[in-house]
T-cell receptor, first 112, second 115 residues
Framework: GQQLNQSPQSMFIQEGEDVSMNCTSS?????WLWYKQDPGEGPVLLIA?????ELTSNGRLTAQFGITRKDSFLNISASIPSDVGIYFC????????????FGKGTRLSVIA | DGGITQSPKYLFRKEGQNVTLSCEQN?????MYWYRQDPGQGLRLIYY???????QKGDIAEGYSVSREKKESFPLTVTSAQKNPTAFYLC??????????????FGDGTRLSIL
């Protein structure tokens, strides 16, 4: 099946630092989504991207839909301890009610 | 408040038993999904349903069964044929019409353990 390559797999950063993570694929996607999962809970949608080249912000988070439609990145500025968690990218290749393809996640740890 | 409710939060199963995990949504979403998550792993699709009374197998459907008798409900049964059922199970739903796509929203999960 289709796969999304998400990197890095994990990262340790100092509080206040900026963070960047990305997802790439060999397939074209129509929609890119970024989720965050806290321990023992379900993933929560952070940002949804619907057009190639789209750049969208949600507070300290910024995500972009790559112009080739095969990649996306997520940036977190000025990290804080509550940013700790697992970040997943997900892509949709066709209509909205088909399953998403998920990356394997980036585990973020923030050192105060 | 609209959302997705999974129950129970924790579930224990004896060897050879079937267990059913509940998932209910009041978002009026057409599609519902079940995922399995193992420690340090991503989400793997078990089953999904795009409409009532219809569902499709995902990547790891063996040992699981589902039903979709109502729009709001999509229960997952972990059968005794699933030899390694210990995992965190996540339910999600989405709306996918051309003019109103709402991305998948997830419940808070059920953690299943074998006694």
């Amino acid at each position: 099946g289709q796969q999304l390559n998400q990197s890095p797999q994990s990262m340790f950063i100092q509080e206040g630092e900026d963070v960047s993570m990305n997802c790439t694929s060999s397939s074209i996607f129509n929609t890119w989504l970024w989720y965050k999962q806290d321990p023992g809970e379900g993933p929560v949608l952070l940002i949804a991207l619907y057009k190639a080249g789209e750049l969208t912000s949600n507070g300290r988070l910024t995500a972009q839909f790559g112009i080739t439609r095969k990649d996306s990145f997520l940036n977190i500025s000025a990290s804080i301890p509550s940013d700790v968690g697992i970040y997943f990218c997900a892509g949709l290749t066709s209509s909205g009610n088909t399953p998403l393809v998920f990356g394997k996640g980036t585990r973020l740890s923030v050192i105060a | 408040d609209g959302g997705i409710t999974q129950s129970p939060k924790y579930l224990f199963r004896k060897e050879g038993q079937n267990v059913t995990l509940s998932c209910e949504q009041n978002l009026n979403h057409d599609a519902m999904y079940w995922y399995r998550q193992d420690p340090g792993q991503g989400l793997r699709l078990i089953y999904y349903s795009q409409i009532v009374n219809d569902f499709q197998k995902g990547d790891i459907a063996e040992g699981y069964s589902v039903s979709r008798e109502k729009k709001e409900s999509f229960p997952l049964t972990v059968t005794s044929a699933q030899k390694n059922p210990t995992a965190f199970y996540l339910c999600a739903s989405s709306m996918g019409t051309v003019t109103n796509y709402q991305p998948q929203h997830f419940g808070d999960g059920t953690r299943l353990s074998i006694l």
